[in-house]
């Protein structure tokens, strides 16, 4: 038995005051411990907010300089990649059309090894020069279905003769032909699934043409629609067309070129419009074959030049061009690119800059490609850097892609594709290119471009036609055929 009960409560009132103070160390621990991390993740917040809003800002400049350099050539605004302090800057960019791009800015940093962090931000870019540089001719949005399932959407026939050409601007298509009045408009403005027939509109001025148009280009200048014609006849090669009232054209210019110009075939051949530039061929001749007019006024066409013979000799037969303004080291320079009969350079391109002045032509050699075989080419599209390119059937590919970011450095070939048949025509136009082919069952075909490391044929489509010229436009493909019906064209529901 305790003897001394007031010892025992001393102890223990001792033993609770150290309980106590144990305890408030804890609490104190614990709040200082609270307070630490609440300073430190402050900081930690500060920071992942201050490196945000710089990032943000970097991807938004990244945009702004991509819209400020479309703005002088759309066609150099190109994936990139760079890095910046503690940031990675990729820039991702997608060729919709030749005139439309989606542009993806993406920053990319770490904030520790578990904690990556990203900012993307994604715009659309519409080229109104470049629109305006193909006279309007210019598709702004990719195929909005997927072209797996391709159906005749409507066509009409021409006679007598055959149609030779086509280009469509707006819904409105005009069609060159072998026999009087040698030139078709069709109005598709209202055109039905099913409709055949109905849809050439008649002259109500007689009008002719007179002679075959080899080639056709549809272009819009200012409030007129005009069609530039490569004839096929020894005097004015080059016919322009007043359109903008479709059932009463007028013929609003004729040139005749240099007399240097004779020999076995001094009838216009190929034509392009670029800016308010137009680069003609003929095929291979005596004298020169290419020429360069100044089309300001279209309906008064100058040839550019200097000395008794203008034009540039080229010793070869010129079957496509295309045109584009690239920006090469600061300097803002314009290509032709051709796609001819030479057995040595199929490719040819030619630097046309100095154009703008006097209608030199100068090739840029180191861009000239000599393809296996002695295969013509037929066919050239260009959609930003990337350059494709159709040729005779061969012994392997018959489409090429190449890549043409400087042609001054050389081009390099980037996919290639066996359509086992002549590459007669094509158009690109979102992940998918329309090919025109010699083949007898299956003319045309539709191929996924979406991935250059893949393509993949997506559908053959057998015509029962003959087509060797196409164009596209609103999710729609028109196309010539050699037997009736002579115009069709292609919609895929």
């Given at each position: 038995?305790?003897?001394?009960?007031?010892?025992?409560?001393?102890?223990?009132?001792?033993?609770?005051?150290?309980?106590?103070?144990?305890?408030?160390?804890a609490?104190?621990?614990?709040?200082?411990?609270?307070?630490?991390?609440?300073?430190?993740?402050?900081?930690?917040?500060?920071?992942?907010?201050?490196?945000?809003?710089?990032?943000?800002?970097?991807?938004?400049?990244?945009?702004?300089?991509?819209?400020?350099?479309?703005?002088?050539?759309?066609?150099?605004?190109?994936?990139a990649?760079?890095?910046?302090?503690?940031?990675?800057?990729?820039?991702?960019?997608?060729?919709?059309?030749?005139?439309?791009?989606?542009?993806?800015?993406?920053?990319?940093?770490?904030?520790?090894?578990?904690?990556?962090?990203?900012?993307?931000?994604?715009?659309?870019?519409?080229?109104?020069?470049?629109?305006?540089?193909?006279?309007g001719?210019?598709?702004?949005?990719?195929?909005?279905?997927?072209?797996?399932?391709?159906?005749?959407?409507?066509?009409?026939?021409?006679?007598?003769?055959?149609?030779?050409?086509?280009?469509?601007?707006?819904?409105?298509?005009?069609?060159?032909?072998?026999?009087?009045?040698?030139?078709?408009?069709?109005?598709?403005?209202?055109?039905?699934?099913?409709?055949?027939?109905?849809?050439?509109?008649?002259?109500?001025?007689g009008?002719?043409?007179?002679?075959?148009?080899n080639?056709?280009?549809?272009?819009?200048?200012?409030?007129?629609?005009?069609?530039?014609?490569?004839?096929?006849?020894?005097?004015?090669?080059?016919?322009?067309?007043?359109?903008?009232?479709?059932?009463?054209?007028?013929?609003?210019?004729?040139?005749?070129?240099?007399?240097?110009?004779?020999?076995?075939?001094?009838?216009?051949?190929?034509?392009?419009?670029?800016?308010?530039?137009?680069?003609?061929?003929?095929?291979?001749?005596?004298?020169?074959?290419?020429?360069?007019?100044?089309?300001?006024?279209?309906?008064?066409?100058a040839?550019?030049?200097?000395?008794?013979?203008?034009?540039?000799?080229?010793?070869?037969?010129?079957?496509?061009?295309?045109?584009?303004?690239?920006?090469?080291?600061?300097?803002?320079?314009?290509?032709?690119?051709?796609?001819?009969?030479?057995?040595?350079?199929?490719?040819?391109?030619?630097?046309?800059?100095?154009?703008?002045n006097?209608?030199?032509?100068?090739?840029?050699?180191?861009?000239?490609?000599?393809?296996?075989?002695?295969?013509?080419?037929?066919?050239?599209?260009?959609?930003?850097?990337?350059?494709?390119?159709?040729?005779?059937?061969?012994s392997?590919?018959?489409?090429?892609?190449?890549?043409?970011t400087?042609?001054?450095?050389?081009?390099?070939?980037?996919?290639?594709?066996?359509?086992?048949?002549?590459?007669?025509?094509?158009?690109?136009?979102?992940?998918?290119?329309?090919?025109?082919?010699?083949?007898?069952?299956?003319?045309?075909?539709?191929?996924?471009?979406?991935?250059?490391?893949?393509?993949?044929?997506?559908?053959?489509?057998?015509?029962?036609?003959?087509?060797d010229?196409?164009?596209?436009?609103?999710?729609?493909?028109?196309?010539?055929?050699?037997?009736?019906?002579?115009?069709?064209?292609?919609?895929?529901?």
């Amino acid at each position: 038995m305790n003897k001394n009960p007031g010892s025992l409560h001393r102890n223990f009132r001792a033993g609770s005051s150290t309980l106590e103070i144990l305890i408030a160390f804890a609490v104190l621990m614990l709040s200082l411990t609270a307070m630490v991390s609440i300073s430190f993740g402050n900081q930690s917040m500060s920071l992942d907010t201050e490196t945000n809003n710089e990032a943000l800002y970097m991807a938004k400049g990244s945009l702004e300089e991509a819209r400020a350099l479309s703005r002088h050539s759309f066609a150099s605004v190109l994936a990139a990649t760079a890095n910046e302090s503690i940031y990675t800057k990729e820039l991702e960019v997608s060729d919709l059309t030749p005139c439309r791009k989606e542009v993806t800015s993406r920053i990319s940093w770490l904030v520790s090894a578990l904690r990556p962090q990203t900012i993307e931000l994604t715009t659309g870019l519409t080229s109104a020069a470049e629109i305006a540089a193909l006279g309007g001719d210019c598709i702004t949005e990719p195929p909005p279905s997927d072209w797996d399932n391709p159906q005749i959407f409507a066509d009409d026939t021409i006679n007598p003769g055959k149609t030779v050409d086509i280009d469509v601007l707006d819904k409105i298509a005009y069609l060159g032909a072998d026999a009087s009045p040698y030139f078709y408009i069709a109005d598709t403005t209202g055109a039905v699934q099913g409709q055949s027939g109905g849809l050439f509109v008649t002259f109500a001025n007689g009008f002719d043409l007179d002679a075959k148009p080899n080639s056709l280009d549809a272009i819009k200048s200012g409030t007129k629609t005009y069609v530039f014609a490569a004839v096929d006849d020894t005097v004015d090669q080059l016919r322009v067309v007043d359109v903008t009232d479709i059932n009463n054209p007028v013929l609003a210019a004729t040139r005749t070129l240099s007399s240097c110009v004779t020999g076995s075939y001094p009838e216009g051949w190929r034509l392009k419009v670029y800016g308010d530039r137009l680069y003609f061929a003929t095929r291979e001749t005596a004298g020169p074959e290419f020429h360069v007019f100044n089309i300001s006024d279209p309906e008064n066409p100058a040839e550019l030049g200097t000395g008794a013979c203008l034009g540039t000799e080229l010793n070869t037969t010129v079957n496509d061009i295309a045109v584009q303004d690239r920006m090469i080291a600061s300097s803002l320079m314009r290509f032709a690119y051709t796609a001819t009969t030479g057995n040595s350079r199929e490719i040819t391109v030619f630097d046309v800059t100095d154009s703008l002045n006097v209608g030199s032509t100068t090739e840029v050699v180191t861009a000239r490609q000599d393809l296996s075989g002695s295969q013509d080419g037929q066919s050239i599209f260009l959609v930003s850097n990337k350059l494709y390119f159709g040729r005779e059937s061969a012994s392997g590919p018959d489409l090429y892609v190449y890549d043409v970011t400087d042609p001054t450095a050389g081009v390099s070939l980037i996919a290639s594709w066996d359509a086992s048949a002549d590459v007669l025509d094509l158009f690109v136009a979102g992940p998918y290119a329309f090919v025109a082919t010699a083949k007898p069952s299956d003319e045309f075909e539709v191929l996924n471009v979406s991935d250059l490391s893949n393509i993949s044929l997506v559908v053959e489509y057998n015509f029962t036609n003959k087509v060797d010229r196409i164009d596209y436009e609103t999710d729609f493909v028109y196309t010539n055929g050699l037997s009736t019906p002579n115009f069709q064209i292609l919609h895929s529901p």
